[in-house]
Structure formats: C-alpha cells, structure tokens
C-alpha cells in the first residue's frame, strides 16, 4: 500500500496544480472563440428567432442562408467587397514593388545620405493619418480624382510605403553582404542582382510583409471613410458601418450576416497562414 | 565594386518611385496642413488668414480639453490592460503550456486579423439592450442582474470599449513578450531553483528584470497606437454618448469633415502630432538603450 501511494501521490499533485491552468485557459477559449460562434450562428437566424429565443440559443435551421442572400443583395455587400479588392489590390502591389526596391537601394547600395533618406521614411510611421487628410483631400478634390478609387489606392500606397522599407531594410539587413560583393565581382549587373539574388532572398519575407500590409489596408476605416464621397465607391469597412441604417435598427440577421463575411475573409487567411501572419504582425508592431 | 554597388543611377531608378510617392503623398501634406493651421475654411468655400487664431480657440475649446484628456485616459487605461493581460498570458504560455501552447497562441491571436468595424459591430450586438437584449444582459438577467444600457452613460462606454480592444489585442501582445520571454536562457530559472526561488519571487526578481526590455518596448507600442484611436471609438459609440468618447483624432475628424473647418482641423491633428512625436522620441531612446545592453 505504501508502494502505491508513493507511486499515485505526485501524480495526483501534478494533476492538481495543473487544473487551475486548463481552467485558465478553458475560460480564455470561451472569451475569444465564443462571440465568434455567437456571431456565425447568429447570422443563421431568422427574425423570429432573435425576437422570441434567448440570444445563446442555436439556430433553429443551420442551411438558413437567406441572411447572406439578403445582405448581399439589398445591403450592397457585393459592391462594397468589389471596391475593397480594386483598392487593396493595386496599392498592395505597389507599396510591395516601391518598397522592396527602395530597402534594397537603402540598405545594400552604398551612397552617401541614404541614413538620412531612411529616417525620413521612418518619420512616416509616426505620422497620425489625420496629419495629411486635409491637404490630401483638396489635392484629390482640385485633380477631380474624388469620384473614383484613385485618391484611396495612392494613398494606400504612400501610407504602407514607410512600414514596407522599413522591414524590407531590415530583412536585407540579414542578409551576409559578401552575398552582394561577390555578384560585383562576377560582373552582375546591379538590376540583375536585385532580381536574381535579392529577391529571391527576401522572398518570404516579402510574401510576410504583403500580408502584413493586406491586414493594415483592408481594416483600414479613416482613409476609406474620408476619400468615399459616392455610396457606391464605399469599401466593405464603410459600407459596413453604414449597414445597419441601411435595414433600420431590427433586422438582426443580416446585419449579423454582414459582419460574417467581412469576418470570414481574414479568418480564412489567419487558418492557413497563421505562424506567418503572427510574425509579420509582431515585426510591424512599431507602428502601433 | 562600389561602382556597381554605388551606381547613382540605378540608386534613382530602385529608390525613385518610392521617394516620389513618399514625398508627394506624405511629406508635402504635412508641412501643407501646417500651412493650414494659420487659414479658415475649405476647398469649397476657400481660405481666409486668420494668423495664430486656430491655436488661441485651440487653448480654450473645453471640446479640446476633453478629448485630449479621453485620449489620454484611453491610452493609459488600455496599455495597462492590454499589456498586463498579454503579460500574463505570455508567462502562462511560457511557464505552464511550454512546448504544448502553440495551438492556444495561434487561438488567442486571431481577433488581431479581424476588421474593427465587424468587432466594433459585434460588440454593438453583444452589449445590446433594445428592442431585444444581446448576450451580455441576458447573462446579467440569468443571473439575477437587471440589464444595463452599456452605451448610454460615458462609463459603461468606455469600459466597453476598453473591452473590446483588449479582446481584440491581448493575444497580439501576449506574441510580442512570449517571443522575449523565451529568449531567457534556461539555465538562469534553474539557477534560481537551485537556490530556492519558486513561483511569484521567481517572477519578480529573475522574470520581469529580464524582460524589462521587450516589456518596456510592448508599453511604448502600445502607448504610441492607442493615442491614434479612431476606429474601433468611430464603430462602437461614434464619440457618445454626448461627446464623452471622442478623442483628438474623431474630434479632428468632425471639426473638419462635418463643420468644414481645415484650418481648426489642422491645428488639432498637429496637437496629436505633437504628442505622437515626444513618444517616438521615447522608442528610439529605448531601442538604442536595448542595442547597447544586449
């Protein structure tokens, strides 16, 4: 009897001081997962069903897809989605070919002046939106840009650009420069080496930091919000914000199946690409 | 070698275009918005000089005084949560889930990814009273508790907005101190062990000295995001009730948006700026002193 109780005992106690742990981290799951589940089976609702049952019951009918049919359709989400993609697209591309370039130019070339030039673009992360809104705004205005998307894709562009060279420097930092020195001396051209020694150096960390810039500009609100002068130019984050005026204060399903697909897009992407997506995220966290 | 690594005009043609849409879109719009903080008016109806007019109404705006002391007061109260919670999840993650904490990490993390606006909106359900209650009252009524109509005293909105931003960022925060957490060698806690320090005086005395680094930097991210809030106040309460949750950034916005007022509107964003600015100062401070310890 003594042998076994030797032999259970501290098992039993590594047991025990292990359970307030997994309640900690029960409880965590819940908060985080829970309104997430909350949402998707809300959007599977009908009126009814969020007016008469408690809000934690299940919906009644999970293949109740009209809420989505309605959103998109009467709630416009299929020109707001649109939008998104022909402004994220292109400033995405841009901000990446700018940028890679510039960190490459400021970080592997040598000229006199470039610390300087990369502290400028430094400054950049700092500045508030709110700083270049307005002059922004009457440039676009007196161009007669604003009953398009161009004012957001250019401003897009320019606003990643400072974060993009600035983790492109880093990532060519990394880089041994003898890799550089001995291209010169094989006779590479210098275009040359950034295709075909740079780039294909730095291509996952490129392929982090596009992610990391595709998170920043479709949540984006302020310069979707400020440069959207039309209804039908709205991205999904300001047609978003605008939706529930659009059904009036009642109708819950869907609005809660707006939110979904907005929620639906980044989550899909976080599913497969998350350990990347955490460490771009993290590396970009001096913006804040 | 440095003729090819220094060839000025391939140094034009790689940084060029980046330079170009850099300094059109970003450094001529600030030194133009400073411009502005001496006018009145707007695009439409044109400017008119009011010489330092904008930075006296700026003095004695009581609106000013309020969303200034709302930012600041955001900024402090969700640094300390976001970063304390965070703190603790890393040390959980760390000290009790070690190899196993992957999956937990990755869960934690996601709400970062999500747009503010669907959180701001889902929260909006969540802390609902009317015409039906949302999650939140319902469970205060299951338990006995009356529900409350979260967004209209300036307090419960607040608290629901520093809610909903912790959820959204706590597991950002709990990957930026994990990541200096485990670059603690092991032979340092087993050191300690060995000489009889064990739970919370471990933390304190062998824990939080060594991460003081990635602690200090996570405390100054944070501070230097939270002074620029805009979207998840815009999405959640619009600034309300009243203007009890506007910051500086919404205040900039409606002054020049809604009363068209550019130069105000500039003069408040150059405030913001400002203080933006004297953070910054502080990253680079501290990163430097970093470099030189480690």
Known sequence: ?288 | MNRVLGDPRAILVLLGPALLVYTLVMLVPIFWSLGYTVFEGNPITGFEFVGLDNFVALANDPKIADALVFTLKYAVVLTIAQVGFGYLLALIYVFWLRKASSLVRTLAFFPVVLPTVAVALLFQELFKIAPVNGLVNDLLNLAGIPSVDWFASPDTAFLVLILMDLWRSMGFYAVLLYAGLVDIPDDLFESARLDGASGWRLVRHIVIPLSLPVLLSSIIFSVNGTLKVFDSVLALTGGGPGNTTTPLTLYMYQTSFTYGEYGYGSSIALLLTIICLLVTIFIFRSSRRDLTKG
Do not use: C, H
């Open chain 1, 1 to 288: 009897m003594t042998a076994t109780f030797t032999d259970r005992s501290p098992r039993l106690i590594r047991f025990a001081r292990r359970v307030p742990v997994w309640i900690i981290i029960g409880l965590l799951l819940v908060v985080v997962v829970y309104p997430l589940f909350w949402l998707l089976t809300g959007s599977l609702k009908t009126q009814e069903e969020f007016l008469n049952n408690p809000t934690w019951a299940l919906p009644e009918d999970w293949t109740n897809f009209s809420n989505y049919v309605e959103a998109w359709t009467t709630g416009n989400l299929d020109v707001y989605i649109r939008n998104s993609i022909l402004a994220v697209v292109p400033a995405l591309f841009f901000t990446i070919v700018f940028g890679v370039a510039a960190g490459f130019a400021l970080e592997v070339m040598v000229w006199k002046g470039r610390g300087p030039v990369l502290l400028a673009f430094l400054a950049g992360i700092m500045i508030p939106g709110q700083m270049i809104l307005l002059p922004l705004f009457t440039i676009y205005f007196r161009a007669g840009l604003t009953g398009s998307l161009w004012p957001l894709i250019i401003t897009y562009t320019a606003i990643g650009l400072p974060l993009t060279v600035f983790m492109m420097a880093t990532y060519f930092r990394s880089v041994p420069r003898e890799v550089f020195e001995a291209a010169t001396l094989d006779g590479a051209n210098i275009f040359r080496m950034f295709w075909t020694i740079g780039f294909p150096l730095v291509r996952n960390a490129i392929f982090t930091v596009a992610l990391v810039q595709f998170f920043f500009i479709w949540n984006d609100l302020l310069i979707a919000l400020t440069f959207t002068t039309r209804d039908d130019l709205r991205t999904i984050q300001v047609g978003l914000l605008n939706f529930t005026g659009q059904f009036g204060q009642v109708q819950y399903g869907p609005t809660f199946a707006a939110i979904a697909v907005n929620v639906i897009g980044t989550l899909a992407i976080y599913l497969f690409l998350n350990q990347r997506v955490m460490k771009g995220l993290t590396a970009g966290s001096v913006k804040g």
